[in-house]
T-cell receptor, first 113, second 113 residues
Framework: SQKIEQNSEALNIQEGKTATLTCNYT??????LQWYRQDPGRGPVFLLL?????KEKRKERLKVTFDTTLKQSLFHITASQPADSATYLC????????????FGRGTQLTVWP | KAGVTQTPRYLIKTRGQQVTLSCSPI?????VSWYQQTPGQGLQFLFE???????NKGNFPGRFSGRQFSNSRSEMNVSTLELGDSALYLC????????????FGQGTRLTVV
């Protein structure tokens, strides 16, 4: 079955710096990756989606890359702010299980002033 | 437009009881998925419905069931509740199946005592 890993449970950075979060998956198939933000006690909120044939996607201060050779996606938040503090989830969908998202355990980001 | 609505927000049930959770997707969305989120396991896929048909099912016992109505609203039922069923249950809706972002509700926090 598909496995997706976010190799950092927690990341603490100073305001203004760039946060970089990593997501790795184990199986390859035509797919895309999604990134979500989750605040305590709330449902995840969609941030970005990147397809396998896209190397990079940007949205305001957010940037996602997708390396199918490394089976890895990197999620960057530039000029980070305390309001960016949250848990960030990576999700994978593809192959024969369209409609089903496989989530990583998430990385809890804390941005301190 | 209104987001995904889940009711109730909080529930406390006793072991052995059953529970029904409700989800109203975003208007026009035909795909509804359910996830269980616990600190130990993260987000785990339960099942996914599209046009009243269950298309995918996760690795949960038969005590977990669901259905979708013609108006795309969905319910999930858990029978013979166990302490380990205590979790945040999240519903997500999508416009179509696959390759599109999911919109999550606030979740239903179920506590089994």
């Amino acid at each position: 079955s598909q496995k997706i890993e976010q190799n950092s449970e927690a990341l603490n950075i100073q305001e203004g710096k760039t946060a970089t979060l990593t997501c790795n998956y184990t199986n390859y198939s035509p797919a895309y990756l999604q990134w979500y933000r989750q605040d305590p006690g709330r449902g995840p909120v969609f941030l970005l989606l990147i397809r396998e044939n896209e190397k990079e996607k940007r949205k305001e201060r957010l940037k996602v890359t997708f390396d199918t050779t490394l089976k890895q996606s990197l999620f960057h938040i530039t000029a980070s702010q305390p309001a960016d503090s949250a848990t960030y989830l990576c999700a994978y969908e593809g192959g024969s299980t369209l409609g089903r998202l496989y989530f990583g355990r998430g990385t809890q980001l804390t941005v301190w002033p | 437009k209104a987001g995904v609505t889940q009711t109730p927000r909080y529930l406390i049930k006793t072991r052995g009881q059953q529970v029904t959770l409700s989800c109203s997707p975003i208007s026009g969305h035909r795909s509804v998925s359910w996830y269980q989120q616990t600190p130990g396991q993260g987000l785990q896929f339960l099942f996914e419905y599209f046009s009243e048909t269950q298309r995918n099912k996760g690795n949960f016992p038969g005590r977990f069931s669901g259905r979708q109505f013609s108006n795309s609203r969905s319910e999930m039922n858990v029978s013979t509740l166990e302490l380990g069923d205590s979790a945040l249950y999240l519903c997500a809706s999508s416009l179509e199946v696959g390759y599109t972002e999911a919109f999550f509700g606030q979740g239903t926090r179920l506590t089994v005592v």
